[in-house]
């Protein structure tokens, strides 16, 4: 049972473009929202994250945005650029620092 | 202000056998939480601990435990290793409210 889904499996963006990516959890429990963003042979390094009483956050080209109602959460990314090319995460966390991740998107920016 | 460090990187060995990794935190975290990481399966939680006991355990077989130790370095042994357990295994360190929840670079382990 996967309790983060995420979506698109994988996104090619042009250089300069918006890159949009959603996920969605059901347990209400959930009290931590984070992204990371993996490089290969790295391991995840976390790029944002927000708290469910927030419903958007931002941090230079990275935006979250957040819908407690629907359960959901998204990554955006403006302005995208080469260098953005990785596998994202979105994750939910539990107390107790127990986190469950979405199954990753892989973006491409294309010059 | 040194990251999380995982050993070794890369590790092989072949079916039955056991493996040990290990995981020192960033100075001042107490919480050391362990991951499988494999395409198929994403991100899987193994188990989380927090001065020296576990808090947390996610659904993996018992072949799968771990320690940590009182300065917080944290080891994750698995035994009778099987080829589905080729994978990425992840550490990540925080304080403990989950503050600075920080990656390692992951050992690389090839079951043959």
């Known amino acids: 049972q996967q309790q983060v889904k995420q979506s698109p499996q994988s996104l090619i963006v042009q250089k300069g473009g918006i890159s949009i990516i959603n996920c969605a959890y059901e347990n209400t429990a959930f009290d931590y929202f984070p992204w990371y963003q993996q490089f290969p042979g790295k391991g995840p390094a976390l790029l944002i994250a927000?708290?469910?009483?927030?419903s958007e956050k931002k941090e230079g080209r990275f935006t979250i945005s957040f819908n407690k109602s629907a359960k959901q959460f998204s990554l955006h990314i403006m302005d995208s650029q080469p260098g953005d090319s990785a596998t994202y995460f979105c994750a939910a966390r539990v107390t107790g620092n127990q986190f469950y991740f979405g199954t990753g998107t892989s973006l491409t920016v294309i010059p | 202000k040194a990251g999380v460090t995982q050993t070794p990187r890369y590790l092989i060995k072949t079916r039955g056998q056991q493996v040990t990794l290990s995981c020192s935190p960033i100075?001042?975290?107490?919480?050391v939480s362990w991951y499988q990481q494999t395409p198929g399966q994403g991100l899987q939680f193994l188990f989380e601990y927090f001065s020296e006991t576990q808090r947390n355990k996610g659904n993996f077989p018992g072949r799968f435990s771990g320690r940590q130790f009182s300065n917080s370095r944290s080891e994750m042994n698995v035994s009778t290793l099987e080829l589905g357990d080729s994978a990425l295994y992840l550490c990540?360190?925080?304080?403990?409210?989950?503050?600075?929840?920080?990656f390692g670079s992951g050992t690389r382990l090839t079951v043959v």
């Open positions: 990540a360190s925080s304080s403990m409210d989950g503050a600075g929840y920080t």
């Open positions: 100075s001042g975290h107490r919480s």
């Open positions: 927000i708290r469910p009483d927030v």
